[in-house]
């Protein structure tokens, strides 16, 4: 694990987010219409199979993820990781576990993906050394695709900018009325291999 990732997170009060999950977001079926459209992009993009889930919560994803998909979700709540593994017991592809944005390659030692997703979480990590903590993902993962949708967009311009210098391409897709949830107005889908 690279020090700069472990250098780069923001303060937070973590105790708490371990112990109600971020925000108290337990039930997030009011975000179900986002996840099922950010499945649709998933699938529309040309050889994905393996999905990892970056603050993945209770593994909303998922339920709207079809089968052959693989899905590794992780999440520092410990209280979100166990709903989730409850929910999700049965499903063949799915792991699921503990860990935090900065330890995550501590926990797992190779995390080779197609496609890594994120909502809110990149913004924790100090603007000065987005950059290099992006880049890391990107190489740890061996991801093609990064999908983003940050709600925090102010705190989250300058990782735009992290992203906009390790990728090929940049599509943003605006959400339909219909799926838009909570502040999520668009999705930021990055080529970047």
């Known amino acids: 694990m690279l020090d700069v990732l472990k250098k780069s997170v923001r303060d937070a009060d973590l105790d708490a987010i ?20 950010v499945a649709e992009v998933i699938g529309g993009l040309p050889g994905v199979t393996r999905v990892l889930e970056i603050g993945c919560h209770r593994a909303n994803l998922v339920q709207f993820l079809p089968e052959p998909y693989e899905y590794i979700g992780f999440d520092v709540s410990e209280v ?33 993906v197609d496609v890594v997703l994120s909502g809110n979480c990149f913004i924790y990590l100090r603007p000065e050394t987005m950059v290099d903590c992006v880049k890391e993902y990107c190489e740890r993962t061996g991801a093609s695709y990064f999908i983003l949708y940050e709600i925090d967009r102010v705190k989250s311009g300058s990782l735009v900018k992290a992203f906009e210098l390790v990728s090929q391409k940049k599509i943003v897709l605006d959400l339909p009325n219909e799926v838009v949830a909570k502040r999520h107005r668009k999705i930021e889908v990055y080529k970047i291999k």
């Open 80 to 112: 979100a990781i166990e709903e989730a593994k409850m929910r999700w017991t049965s499903r063949r592809g799915v792991c699921l576990f503990q860990a935090s944005l900065e330890t995550v390659f501590d926990t797992v030692s190779s995390l080779e």
């Open 18 to 37: 371990h112990k109600v999950g971020y925000y108290g977001y337990h039930n997030l079926s009011a975000f179900d219409a986002c996840y099922k459209y």
